[in-house]
Nanobody, 123 residues
Framework: VQLQASGGGLVQTGGSLRLSCAASGFTVDYYAIGWFRQAPGKEREWVSCISSRDGSTYYADSVKGRFAISRDNAKNAVNLQMNNLKPEDTAIYYC?????????????????WGQGTLVTVSS
């Protein structure tokens, strides 16, 4: 099982980015896939998750209304569309898979992790 996160970059406040998490070794609609982020000097925090059971989506309050998670079954990937970005969104973003197929905010609940992609939002 491997996850590859991509799509990070430098963007101005109010801009948009789309992150992609490409999976290999499994199909993304079988496990819950979550996105986390970690800013310098801070703990890793949960951002969003898409459930494998019914495709339900979940968001942290800090990104609700600005971020959208979705699956691309044709590419076996999960995307995170990030709009209206703010400087406080600056972090390394990681995708992760939960083999128990449960969306949750705990880092320890996820079994496989991608390598991370850096998002920098300038003010």
């Amino acid at each position: 099982v491997q996850l590859q996160a991509s799509g990070g970059g430098l963007v101005q406040t109010g801009g948009s980015l789309r992150l992609s998490c490409a999976a290999s070794g499994f199909t993304v609609d079988y496990y819950a896939i979550g996105w986390f982020r970690q800013a310098p000097g801070k703990e890793r925090e949960w951002v969003s998750c898409i459930s494998s059971r019914d495709g339900s989506t979940y968001y942290a309050d800090s990104v609700k209304g600005r971020f959208a998670i979705s699956r691309d079954n044709a590419k076996n990937a999960v995307n995170l569309q990030m709009n209206n970005l703010k400087p406080e969104d600056t972090a390394i973003y990681y995708c992760a898979a939960d083999l128990l197929r449960i969306c949750g905010p705990a880092v320890r609940g996820y079994d496989y992790w991608g390598q991370g992609t850096l998002v920098t939002v300038s003010s």
